[in-house]
């Protein structure tokens, strides 16, 4: 086969992968749905019909991974295309182990949709096939970076898990509301939940529920991200300055840049409309600032039309299932699973590559002071579970912290700060 | 001096004196480490002692209010010699007490923490073990093709045979690589090829491929006569020119004053350098006889950058340069490495016991025909659930995998 054929049947393979993430996301939610209006009569068979499909996206995923690296003669993990793409494979092969050993379909309506938006987030950089450069010609470079995508996709498991305990307990709180009794116990009647959660104090309360909703709006902003990025890198459109191009209009314009240079928008507002400040990238803040007012747009939108008001996350709390007890001890294991195999390949390998390319183990360079920041925020989750019994709802949000680290890890040091990892960066 | 410039007189100076400029070699960072160190020990010892006497002696006889407490509760007919037989087989290790059993597996992995804290211990003792100058040293040698170097600090010296640089069609590096030998007293000891990603070692000595660099090298001069004739050719080395050049037999070219990088200083209005590479190599020279007497003179600006002057019977024009390839190697002595290398396998190792062993704990209880049994997971509860349904023949419901 030639190369062009392999590249080819890679993109071939990754669209199919995709669109079984879809599929199995959807019959899995689907499954929970159709199953409690039902009340169990129907949709009993979607949960295992949405494994078997996941599996198969899955399989497809690693076709599609193994195509191109015979096509790029080199294991793709060389930039961030590749690499986020991959780390969506990770956490969708963690979550086929996690899904065999318990059995709980709700999972997969959270999980799956993970790796579908890591899929589409990959394509905001461009994914085009670079040769390596002489640092990366190393068998370090998949054993190194695969393994610590793989703990990486345990992780992402592991705040789908956390996330969806959040919404169930808050589901059971709803519901003991409704009841008019106030006890989340009473209200969880045949399912367990953990001691430390069925007597919460009103301020853990309060601020359990607005914590969900900044963690949806930060959701839709990464959403908005994508959505914007795949649009705009796509239609061509693009703003010249001398020392950098705008794909999205300019709001903020780059340092001394005159205001309404680029003249105006919608024939009102004049781009751009301020210049940045000195210590920050005029491209950077323009970018960001269409990602937080498109992201509070895409969350208004859910939060009225399909939320019918509520709040999303007691939206998704009336429907979300599950034993909490059961997903507060999946997100635990997988973090269990997670932790040694990040160590070995996020922190142990990375030590023994940067000793061979670089002469030295450690540089406290950005990208390996922040895995050494989000190891320790899963260490820390893992002594204060121990010591301090921390389970459940507190276990669940420093489960979701730990993911946010994670990403800021991979995607927000690449974009932000320049540094020894800066080869893997991408441009937005 | 950046930061009092960059930041003002109080907050750089403040800056600095709290060591945020170097944090990672500060007072208080290594206060940090110390801390932390000190505190993995006590409370590592404070837990692991209770702990040790937990697993290795644990209470047998329990009462049944304290076997209903636990994680994992069942009412079972049976007795405790059926009991303890089908625990055995599943790999419990039973003691028994009256009328009370205690089977518990997999206590290795309750000790798995304390041997991630020991090599992280061991981990935490290599990294402040660099900081101790004979166990870490480094070096930087510039070494030009075809020529060897002396390592300052060591008993040996470094021949670059040759540099490599390849490149893809592109124009992005693909490959840089040093053709590289060790002498020890005049000889050649060990060949090989250094590489990123490929440093050789030599006597603890890690050697790297760090950098590279091209520069001009040797000039090609073509010396005419006041006719246009040429008389000779010389080849003036730009980083070291030689005294004296003999033109014809009886005249010679001495040089009078080299600069590699030429500019006149704009406050003192002389001739000097303004950086150490060679940018602006300029030769000025005076052409003598026998006697001692000046014939001409000359001023050459070897890569054209201004006008050369020359006075007198000779001319020089320069046909060719010749580059020259450095290669940057750095040298690493780290005696720590063995340590870091040996505690982070000492910290996988305590991981693998930690996190895929799991440490079940049974207690059962005869009352009145029935047992009570209790149960605790240290990890991985529900694997412990399926393990005692099956083990006790309850249904362990459908679609629930075997762990």
Known sequence: ?428 | MYYPVRYGPFWGKLYMNLGLTHAYSSVWYATLILLVVVSLIICSLHRLVPLHRMLTRPQVWKLPQFIQRQDVTYQVDGNLDEMAKKLKRRGYKVQRDRECLYGDRGRLSRYGPYIIHIGLLIVAFAGVAKAVPAWNQTNDVWIPDGQTVKVPGTNFAITNHKFTMELYSTGMPLRFATDAAIVENGQEVLRQVIEVNKPLAHGGWDIYQASWREEPGVAQVRVTNEAGQMVTNLAIDLRQPEQEYRITDHISMVILAYYHDFILDPETKQPSNASFEIKNPVIMADFVDQQGNSVGRAALMVLGKDTSYFSGAYALAVTKIDQRWFTALKLHKDRTVPFMYFGLGVVMLGMMITFFLFHWQVWVREERGQLLVGARAYKNKFGLKQDLKRLLGIDVGEGTAAL
């Not at chain 1, 078997?52 to 961030?80: D, E, K």
């Open chain 1, 1 to 428: 086969m030639t190369i062009a054929m392999l590249i080819t049947a890679s993109a071939w393979l990754l669209g199919l992968a995709f669109a079984g993430y879809l599929a199995a996301t959807l019959l899995y939610g689907a499954g929970v749905i159709g199953g409690r209006i039902s009340q169990g009569a129907r949709f009993a068979k979607a949960g295992s019909w949405a494994t078997n499909f996941h599996l198969l996206a899955v399989l497809f995923h690693f076709g599609a991974i193994l195509a191109r690296w015979q096509g790029a003669g080199h294991w793709p993990t060389s930039n961030m295309y590749e690499f986020i793409g991959f780390m969506a494979f990770t956490s969708q092969l963690a979550f086929q182990v996690i899904i065999r050993m318990y059995r709980l379909n709700v999972l997969g309506a959270l999980v799956g949709p993970v790796g579908v938006f890591l899929m589409g987030y990959s394509y905001v950089f461009p994914p085009k096939i670079q040769p390596l450069v002489p640092a990366l010609r190393s068998y370090w470079l998949p054993l190194h970076v695969s393994m610590a995508a793989l703990g990486e996709g345990f992780f992402a498991v592991a705040f789908g898990a956390g996330l969806l305990y959040l919404l169930r307990v808050r589901g059971l709180e709803l519901a003991a509301e409704a009841a008019g009794h106030g006890s989340v116990a009473v209200a969880a009647g045949g399912v367990s939940i953990p001691a430390a959660d069925t007597r919460q104090t009103r301020w853990e309360r309060t601020w359990g529920q607005r914590g969900l909703e900044v963690l949806f709006y930060g959701i839709c902003v990464m959403v908005a991200f994508t959505l914007l990025a795949l649009l705009f890198r796509y239609s061509g459109y693009q703003w010249l300055f001398e020392r950098s191009t705008y794909h999205l209009p300019p709001i903020i314009g780059p340092q001394g840049e005159a205001i309404g240079s680029k003249g105006d928008l919608l024939g009102f507002i004049p781009m751009p409309l301020v210049a940045a400040p000195s210590w920050m990238r005029g491209k950077h803040m323009n970018t960001v600032l269409y990602s937080l007012a498109f992201g509070w747009l895409l969350y208004q939108v859910v939060r009225r039309w399909l939320a019918k008001g509520q709040p999303i996350g007691d939206w998704l709390a009336r429907k979300a299932t599950g034993d909490p007890e059961l997903l507060d001890e999946i997100s635990y294991r997988a973090v269990a699973i997670g932790y040694p195999v990040f160590t070995l390949g996020g922190l142990v390998f990375a030590m023994l590559w940067a000793k061979e390319a670089w002469g030295d183990y450690w540089f406290w360079d950005p990208k390996e002071t922040w895995a050494l920041i989000a190891w320790l925020v899963y260490s820390a989750y893992l002594h204060v579970r121990i010591t301090h019994g921390w389970e459940g709802r507190r276990s669940a949000w420093l489960a979701v912290l730990g993911f946010g680290v994670i990403l800021f890890t991979l995607i927000g040091v690449n974009l932000l700060i320049v540094g020894v990892h800066s080869y893997a960066g991408g441009d937005m």
